[in-house]
């Protein structure tokens, strides 16, 4: 498979006491479909800083991508998020209701860049979500958790591949969720992955 012309796709675990996440249904829906001159190989994230970078540097080294795009949750948005930067900055305790916010926060790789910017065509991808009406925003800040780590590292990783495109997605609650979140806004599964299939398909083309 390392000599196919791979596209992957990476989800992360359910967390914080979710029973789906809705990154890693989508990705899982998309393994091993064709888009374009691409096949999709979908990779399971777990949910922590260290863990996803781990993860993504095996996943780029087993299957030397030719475009990789990440998803995670961003429960309480309420639409589809394209991230246009990702920080070198790493919290484990992220989004933790207690007092060890920001206490533990490091680079997630020492000695790299502050920043990088996606590698994607947003004003592209911008726009087909627009006309198939499905809700979505440009996102300057994919936070300092788990998915900001695994987008960072990404773009990090494959730094000197200025030509390989390299995005970050978060999602909505899927509305299965909203039991649980009655008050946060949420969308459902089908049209969520209607969208991450759109966007798979212009990255595929501009490539």
């Given at each position: 498979?390392?000599?196919?012309?791979?596209?992957?796709?990476?989800?992360?675990?359910?967390?914080?006491?979710?029973?789906?996440?809705?990154?890693?249904?989508?990705?899982?829906?998309?393994?091993?479909?064709?888009?374009?001159?691409?096949?999709?190989?979908?990779?399971?994230?777990?949910?922590?800083?260290?863990?996803?970078?781990r993860r993504i540097n095996a996943a780029i080294?087993?299957?030397?991508?030719?475009?990789?795009?990440?998803?995670?949750?961003?429960?309480?948005?309420?639409?589809?998020?394209?991230?246009?930067?990702?920080?070198?900055?790493?919290?484990?305790?992220?989004?933790?209701?207690?007092?060890?916010?920001?206490?533990?926060?490091?680079?997630?790789?020492?000695?790299?860049?502050?920043?990088?910017?996606?590698?994607?065509?947003?004003?592209?991808?911008?726009?087909?979500?627009?006309?198939?009406?499905?809700?979505?925003?440009?996102?300057?800040?994919?936070?300092?958790?788990?998915?900001?780590?695994?987008?960072?590292?990404?773009?990090?990783?494959?730094?000197?591949?200025?030509?390989?495109?390299?995005?970050?997605?978060?999602?909505?609650?899927?509305?299965?969720?909203?039991?649980?979140?009655?008050?946060?806004?949420?969308?459902?599964?089908?049209?969520?992955?209607?969208?991450?299939?759109?966007?798979?398909?212009?990255?595929?083309?501009?490539?």
């Amino acid at each position: 498979m390392a000599q196919s012309r791979i596209f992957l796709l990476t989800g992360f675990a359910p967390f914080r006491g979710e029973r789906v996440n809705p990154s890693w249904e989508i990705a899982r829906n998309l393994d091993g479909d064709e888009i374009g001159a691409f096949k999709v190989k979908s990779v399971k994230v777990p949910v922590g800083c260290a863990t996803a970078v781990r993860r993504i540097n095996a996943a780029i080294v087993r299957y030397r991508p030719r475009a990789i795009l990440g998803l995670g949750q961003a429960g309480g948005r309420p639409a589809i998020s394209i991230e246009k930067v990702a920080i070198n900055l790493a919290d484990e305790h992220s989004g933790a209701q207690d007092d060890k916010f920001g206490a533990d926060a490091k680079p997630v790789i020492a000695g790299a860049p502050e920043a990088y910017f996606a590698r994607i065509p947003i004003a592209a991808v911008m726009r087909e979500l627009r006309r198939r009406e499905i809700p979505a925003q440009i996102s300057l800040s994919a936070g300092a958790y788990a998915c900001n780590a695994l987008m960072y590292a990404s773009l990090h990783l494959t730094r000197r591949q200025k030509r390989l495109p390299v995005g970050f997605i978060h999602l909505p609650y899927d509305s299965r969720q909203s039991a649980r979140h009655p008050n946060a806004p949420s969308m459902a599964l089908a049209v969520m992955e209607t969208a991450i299939r759109a966007v798979a398909e212009i990255i595929a083309r501009a490539i």
